[in-house]
């Protein structure tokens, strides 16, 4: 499986951006699709998706601000970012974990401006 993600850009803090995560290849038992970042200087942390029995999860700091979704038929994953900041600032990563192991993407940076 490879997962290549793109839509991240820079924006002023208010803002909206809208990423993609277009996965390719044979998906065998897919457990969970999500959408990680890692800060400057910070770990890696769950940002949203989709987990076992396509429960969806956000991380606090996102909830009513970001929206995950996905298109199964083209096998793409998005995360819509309403009202960014610049604490939302990161490298963008979308993760699959099928029956199969765990893939990772290469990320996409976005950058909010104050």
């Known amino acids: 499986v490879q997962l290549q993600a793109s839509g991240g850009g820079v924006v002023q803090a208010g803002g909206s951006l809208r990423l993609s995560c277009a996965a390719s290849g044979t998906i065998f038992a897919n457990r969970q699709w999500a959408w990680y970042r890692r800060a400057p200087g910070k770990e890696r942390e769950l940002v949203a998706g989709?987990?076992?029995?396509?429960?969806?999860n956000y991380a606090d700091s996102v909830k009513g601000r970001f929206t995950v979704s996905r298109d199964n038929a083209v096998k793409t994953l998005y995360l819509q970012m309403n009202s960014l900041a610049p604490e939302d600032t990161a490298v963008y990563y979308c993760?699959?974990?099928?029956?199969?192991?765990?893939?990772w993407g290469r990320g996409t940076q976005v950058t909010v401006s104050s």
């Open positions: 993760n699959m974990v099928t029956g199969k192991g765990p893939y």
């Open positions: 989709f987990f076992g029995g396509g429960v969806t």
